[in-house]
């Protein structure tokens, strides 16, 4: 049984940083895609970013330049750096799996395992 499991999120002020990281069981961690997905109140998912096992790299046009997205297979751990936060970045990030090994889309349906998010908030 796939497991995602989230943490790192918490309360920060605009501009500070926080490292997201999602530990995954029950799965072949090397050979999944791994992607962290934000939902701020009131609008849909949104794709954040995303790493294949060979570590190419995808990022939503929003956070470009300001997230970092890795994987550590050792720690079957995906991280999401995030840096200099502003209040639209507050959200739920939830991390999510793919068993393909290359990217197939930004779309959510193209993941099938979720974790339950952890939440960032951001006071300006």
């Known amino acids: 049984q796939v497991e995602l499991v989230e943490s790192g999120g918490g309360l920060v002020q605009a501009g500070d940083s926080l490292r997201l990281s999602c530990e995954a069981s029950?799965?072949?961690?090397?050979?999944?895609?791994m992607a962290w997905f934000r939902q701020r109140p009131g609008k849909e998912r949104e794709f954040v970013a995303c790493i294949t096992p060979i570590g190419s790299r995808r990022y939503g046009d929003s956070v470009k330049g300001r997230f970092t997205i890795s994987r550590d297979s050792t720690r079957n751990t995906v991280y999401l750096q995030v840096n200099s936060l502003n209040p639209e970045d507050a959200a739920v990030y939830y991390c999510a799996a793919d068993s393909n090994t290359f990217f197939r889309g930004s779309f959510s349906h193209y993941y099938p395992y979720w974790g339950q998010g952890t939440q960032v908030t951001v006071s300006s």
């Open positions: 029950g799965l072949t961690f090397s050979s999944y895609v």
